[in-house]
């Protein structure tokens, strides 16, 4: 299983020191962040995209990724998510691409459409449309990053006529993940595009996601694509320490300042953000020593099967140090643990 | 007088050796360059915005730029231009606040509108509303960069309700020029919106502009604002070499082949591409000793008064190596004869 991290640029007072760091020292801790994670082993590192939010800096990922990959060559260069769904295809390849050149091959997109109302708001899209957005967007996105002419016709942007779209990816094989929840519309998607699926993993019961990383492989194999390819990624809040005590002890507070100041998008369901339920062996996040982190994991893996674990450390509020001292002990003693979950089983689906 | 580069890292046939370098290269290449421009004591390091051309690979200046932060501390990292009049101004103003803080303030944007049609036809805009997108997207984008809450209407977008856009740019006072042709247009709405202007002077003879910056002078003159602060900047393709003769033999050939695969937009004057008229003392192009450039600069500098002059040293084709040692060149022989043009005349008008 690779492991890699997630961070929005989420800026938040620290609850400790009452201090907030400024816009450009959230940045440099973003682009640091991701040298570390290098250095450190991590396969991923991955930007998420929200908009006109009070605490969210990121909303241009492929500006700031070009940035980190001018400060690192291994770690793969992702999104967690790009929001294809409102954007323009058009742009979204032509962005992506020069990342992809700029790093020697490293993106990863992980494609979805905003949670938040306020994109839907701001660039005039109607939200009940997600899905149908998603998809065109996405069919088009594909094409545009494998074709150097394409002529195209839809719904929610003006039609093509031969475009090339400069630059070119480097990969051959366009390095896109859908992004899925409960609905099937993206593990359907995903299936038809023959693309993996990472799943919003983060705000349930690990039970609850069974059924759908179960439907997207049920899917994938009706289709008649070969098993060992359904690739699956998951993700989750996690806070690790020396010691159980330690790690609740020091994640409690942030973990409570970070959820009554994040937002939810209106309609969702509440997120039972009881500490000790939400970390607890029903609860969707992970926080202990590294044995209870590797455990919780194993656990994890157990129920979905995953081939990606995204873990989001750094939430905001946290000061540098204690993030890196947590993404450290991740490493060290966590990494080296679940590395090669489920290697048996897709060495077995290969033979 | 500010010596700056631009690149549109354009991406042609070598006509000596007959190999092009890859798309992954020509980044290089673009990236080294502004190291290098930065090593040299170059003040801009600008990036041209083309899209679905064969050949100019650079569609998203600010993802090269926050590439270039990290590799930079000091330099200017400009766009030369950035289609403000194209693209959606609320999009700009995250990408762009993103790359001045990626680079601790070092963002310039020229804002301008595609020569080309493509754009046009792609976004789904009309060519023959150019000035109005330009006007209303870099209105807004202005306000979009100063204000945390912009409620807006216009005609180009949908309306704006308490909009923040994030992050926010770190420079106080936005680094925004405007670019103008001969057209009224550009001056009109530099001056509307206090900013300084540079001028596309690449094609005509140089005699041609001066009623050009005249006019945005005299216009900023009349409405009072202090005639200091007009400040301007030009741009020329520009190749130098020991002596004139080694000069001229050398980009002779690059000169041509640039002229003949480039492409101009339709109804475009065409461009007068005989070499040595180009390069003559009535031509837009300046060719020769680190003597000549020197001569050539000081008389533009005299028709102008320039601020800033941006020079097109890698135009495509010519191999990296001989671009630097032209840009070297510039930097030993030519930046210290020019970098005091103007000083007087500036102290004059501030005493």
Aim: glycine fraction near 8%; charge should be negative; hydrophobic fraction near 40%.
């Amino acid at each position: 299983m690779d492991i890699g991290l997630v961070n929005f640029g989420t800026t938040l007072i620290d609850p400790h020191t009452g201090q907030t760091v400024s816009q450009r020292e959230r940045f440099r801790e973003v682009v640091d962040g991701a040298v570390l994670a290098e250095e450190l082993g991590y396969d991923w590192y991955a930007l998420g995209e929200h908009h006109f939010g009070e605490h969210d800096l990121i909303s241009s990922p492929p500006v700031v990724l070009a940035a980190i990959a001018q400060r690192t060559s291994k770690i793969a260069l992702a999104t967690g998510t790009t929001l294809v769904a409102n954007r323009d295809p058009v742009l979204v390849a032509e962005d992506y691409a020069t990342v992809d050149l700029l790093s020697d091959g490293r993106l990863q997109i992980i494609s979805g459409g905003s949670f938040f109302p306020e994109p839907y708001v701001v660039f005039d899209q109607d939200p009940a449309r997600k899905a149908e957005r998603k998809r065109e967007n996405l069919e088009l996105l594909m094409r545009l990053f494998s074709e150097e002419s394409v002529t195209w016709q839809g719904e929610f942007r003006s039609p093509l006529t031969e475009v090339l779209v400069q630059p070119r990816l480097m990969q051959e094989t366009p390095p896109v993940w859908v992004s899925g929840g409960s609905a099937p519309d993206s593990a359907e998607l995903a299936v038809d595009l023959g693309l993996p699926m990472v799943f919003g993993t983060i705000a349930r019961a690990p039970e609850d996601h069974v059924p759908t990383f179960r439907r997207y492989r049920d899917l994938w194999a009706e289709r008649g694509r070969p098993p060992e390819a359904a690739r699956t990624g998951a993700a989750s809040h996690v806070f690790v320490a020396e010691t159980s005590q330690e790690a609740k002890s020091l994640w409690r507070d942030y973990f409570a300042n970070y959820f009554s100041r994040g937002k939810l998008p209106p309609g969702a369901p509440r997120r039972n953000v009881d500490f000790d339920e939400a970390i607890g062996p029903h609860g969707p996040a992970i926080c202990g020593s590294p044995a209870e982190v590797v455990d919780k994991l194993g656990t994890l893996h157990e129920l979905w099967g995953q081939d990606l674990h995204l873990m989001a450390i750094d939430i905001g509020g946290i000061p540098y140090a204690k993030v890196s001292r947590a993404m450290e002990l991740v490493a060290s003693d966590v990494i080296p643990q679940v590395a090669n979950l489920g290697s048996d089983r897709k060495a077995a689906a290969r033979a």
